[in-house]
């Protein structure tokens, strides 16, 4: 594994309680599985995903076989695309958690695609953000995504030990105009949302630049390609700017 041994295990793992490892599980939100998928937040290895196994099996059988389910997965998604592929859906999901994620959110690994003589790793992340249209602007959105998710995921790996050249991460999520979370909370199933997502093409040897600090998190969204709603797009970052 090349994280750098920052991996937040109890956040990575409260955050699944919420939210499904790929493939596309259904989002669970249950405690009596928090012993499990603690185990399966620190996965690392086959051995360490066989330990995992001999967790003690909550007593309910829906909830035991939710736990077996997040195990296949990972085991899956392990075999397939290596160890940092996991790692790297752990992150980004606990990332979404803590910016602020209303609905559920679920990640998966599309395959790959093929983008300027370079082969990337898809990650789908529909985040279950909706930004409030009275505080965040159309242009502060995608910078938000990549300073509050993208960057602090990429940052937890020295390097990125994937069979890409890099990684593409589309990442969907929603705005609209609204008082409150109460407010918000209290007309979402009538009134979503519009959505809107932002691809980010990125290099690995870019990342592991990023991480060794010898570019900034700018200097890295310059070299990507990022698209918002299909359409080429430069981001520059910093503070996102209210609206009036």
């Known amino acids: 594994m090349h994280n750098t041994g920052k991996f937040d295990i109890i956040p990575a793992a409260l955050q699944m309680l919420r939210v499904a490892i790929s493939p596309r599980l259904s ?6 599985i928090l012993a499990a998928i603690t185990a399966a937040a620190v996965v690392t290895s086959a051995a360490h995903m066989a330990q995992a196994q ?3 099996a909550p007593a309910d059988a829906e909830q035991s076989g939710i736990r077996k389910e997040i195990l296949s997965s990972l085991h899956d998604v392990e075999r397939q695309y290596g160890r940092d592929a996991v790692m790297m859906e752990g992150q980004l999901l606990g990332q979404v958690i803590r910016s602020g994620s209303i609905v559920d959110a679920v ?4 395959g790959f695609e093929e983008r300027d003589g370079r082969r990337y790793l898809a990650f789908k992340l529909d985040t279950g953000i909706i930004y409030n249209d009275r505080e965040v ?3 502060a959105r995608p910078v938000r995504l990549w300073t509050d998710i993208v960057e602090p995921s990429l940052r937890k790996f020295e390097k990125l030990n994937l069979p890409a050249d890099g990684v593409v991460l589309v990442l969907a999520y929603a705005h609209k105009q609204y008082v409150d979370e109460a407010d918000l909370r209290a007309h979402l199933r009538d009134s979503p949302g ?18 060794a600090n010898h570019i ?12 918002f709603n299909g359409a080429p797009a430069h ?10």
């Open 27 to 32: 989002a669970i939100g249950s405690c009596a």
């Open 54 to 56: 001999q967790w003690k």
């Open 107 to 110: 990640i998966s690994i599309s």
């Open 137 to 139: 602007t159309p242009a």
């Open 194 to 211: 519009d959505p809107e997502s932002v691809a980010f093409y990125i290099r690995s040897a870019d990342v592991a630049e990023l991480t």
């Open 216 to 227: 900034t998190g700018q200097r890295l969204i310059d070299r990507a390609t990022v698209l």
């Open 235 to 244: 981001l520059v970052l910093g503070a996102p700017t209210p609206l009036p």
